[in-house]
């Protein structure tokens, strides 16, 4: 299983970068999901990232392809109704392409429109889709039975809920709140590293 941590859109530029510098080396991937944030800002904290150690490979730019083209990262997520994955595969092959997805038939849909992997959400209850019943675990089986590209899990993943995916096989993780909003983020990532990576 695959760590992937997601940014909360909920600090400025220097705290969020500051955290994914403390557990740069205990993750798989970041996401930087900055909704709020201008390009410019987003320019600034991926700059920022890569002068302080963090890699290239381990970022994902959610939704700016624009950003991901110009600092030449090679992993972009889309957002279901974000840019088409079939377009983006198509003008920019060697970029890796993930897509959200929350239910079988959109992940079948992203997997043969090019899509690199999907992640799947939200799994359980969580404060980021306050008033939306989870959409549960059960469709992750019916995924890793029927695609081959990797699917994640998203949405109330935390320490306890994490079994309930390594249970359906999923082949990662992407933790939000559970990383971003603690005091240590380094402390609970190792945790969820040590669990995913620790697994028989």
């Known amino acids: 299983m695959k760590l992937i941590a997601v940014t909360d859109d909920r600090q400025s530029v220097n705290a ?25 800002e987003i320019v600034a904290l991926v700059d920022y990232l890569l002068t302080n150690g963090v890699k290239k490979e381990k970022i994902i730019m959610n939704d700016r392809l624009d950003v991901a083209l110009c600092m030449d990262i090679s992993t972009v997520h889309l957002p279901e109704h974000g840019h088409p994955v079939k377009m983006v595969k198509e003008r920019y092959p060697h970029i890796r392409v993930g897509c959200s997805v929350h239910s079988f038939e959109k ?66 993780v992407a933790v939000m709140s559970s990383i971003f909003a603690a005091e240590d983020p380094y402390s609970i990532t190792k945790k969820f590293s040590e669990a995913i990576h620790n697994e028989k």
């Open 107 to 172: 992940a079948k849909e992203a997997e043969a429109n090019g899509a690199d992997y999907v992640l799947y959400g939200h799994c359980f209850e969580t404060n980021s889709k306050q008033g939306l019943p989870p959409n549960g675990v059960e469709p992750l089986l019916q995924m890793k039975k029927e695609l081959s590209i990797p699917v994640y899990a998203i949405g109330g993943i935390s320490l306890e809920t994490l079994p309930s995916i390594q249970a359906v096989g999923a082949d990662g």
């Open 16 to 40: 969020v970068a500051e955290k994914i510098i403390a557990i740069k080396d205990v993750m798989d991937y970041v996401q930087i999901r900055e909704k709020s944030k201008s390009v410019r």
